[in-house]
């Protein structure tokens, strides 16, 4: 079968068995409530994803062509919408862990194009399928593919999150938004600082800093941190801890590891970002700091270069439109 791109079927057919099990399910309160509406969910990298956000279409779409055109008047975090792709397991695993794997949702999978040969709208690689059994199966000249698919409308009949191709959709989508993009800053920084008094309840070994730094662009501002003697070298020691910046608009967290000679009082760090704040949250990077501490001053004076790369998400900060 060959159908032109935007050509959608005047007449929805659909199997009549399982809509009408599904609504008497929902009118009787077995099925889950949709999810809240809200801003979008992130499968967040930390947890494998993908860093991309979902999020329920904000009313029941005519079919695959409004929904594409409702995904794409929405945006969140300054990213435009469209209708969700599932590219992996995880991914699908994700989407029934946040909308449930019960309620027919419509995904941007179809063979309209060409019978049989089934695309992703995006254009992404359709490597992933989650069929039903005996699906998919074109009854009745069907080309779009909904997920949680409950075969012959019996719970628990499919796995959830499995799909079906249907005819036509007049319910809900699941919208799909790339992660807003990011802006990296090279840091080239110089700082000027000194030792720190104890804090109560600071461990033997605990030594703090403070800093001010200047030229460091979004990191322009004061430093405070907390190091731990850890093991002895053959010049002086190594050291761990974290060292926090403050500008007036964020907060940047690094954990450092680092050396110290104390013939020389030279030292060396660096780590990664582990926390922020403000204007430079959710931002990531690796930082170094090399320096000279004056071993002859008894407050512990210091200067420091401070050199690496942050990257900021540029959206972090928004809010959907």
């Not at 010049?235 to 680092?258: E, M």
């Amino acid at each position: 079968m060959v159908r032109s791109k935007h050509a959608l079927p005047r007449e929805f057919h659909r199997r009549r068995m399982p809509v009408v099990v599904m609504i008497v399910a929902i009118c009787m309160g077995v099925l889950p409530a949709l999810a809240a509406e809200g801003d979008p969910v992130q499968w967040a990298p930390a947890d494998g994803g993908n860093g991309h956000w979902y999020q329920l279409s904000p009313r029941p779409v005519d079919g695959l062509d409004d929904a594409i055109e409702l995904a794409a008047s929405t945006t969140w975090r300054g990213q435009p919408g469209y209708v969700v792709s599932i590219l992996s397991e995880g991914e699908k695993d994700f989407l029934v862990s946040t909308f449930g794997g019960e309620t027919l949702y419509l995904i941007a999978y179809t063979d309209r194009d060409q019978e049989g040969d089934w695309l992703w709208v995006s254009g992404e690689p359709s490597g992933f399928e989650f069929w039903a059994s005996g699906e998919p199966n074109d009854y009745l000249d069907e080309d779009y593919a909904v997920m949680n698919w409950q075969h012959d409308g019996a719970p628990g009949g499919e796995p959830p999150g499995a799909w079906n191709d249907l005819g036509g959709w007049d319910g809900l989508a699941i919208f799909e938004y790339d992660n807003p993009a990011v802006s990296c800053h090279k840091i080239n920084a110089k700082g000027a600082g000194q030792g720190a008094p104890p804090e109560a309840g600071d461990p033997p070994g605990l030594v703090r800093t403070v800093a001010q730094i200047r030229g460091g662009g979004h990191l322009q501002g004061t430093t405070e941190a907390a190091f731990q003697i850890t093991d002895p070298t053959p010049t002086g020691f190594t050291f761990v801890g974290d060292l926090t910046f403050t500008t007036n608009r964020a907060t940047l967290t690094v954990a450092l590891d680092g050396t110290l000679n104390v013939v020389t009082g030279e030292f060396a760090a660096s780590g990664t970002v582990t926390g922020s704040t403000g204007k430079l949250e959710g931002a990531s990077g690796t930082l170094t700091f090399e320096g000279v501490q004056d071993l002859a001053d008894p407050a512990g004076s210091f200067t420091e270069t401070v050199k690496g790369e942050i990257c900021v998400d540029l959206g972090g900060n928004g809010k959907r439109e």
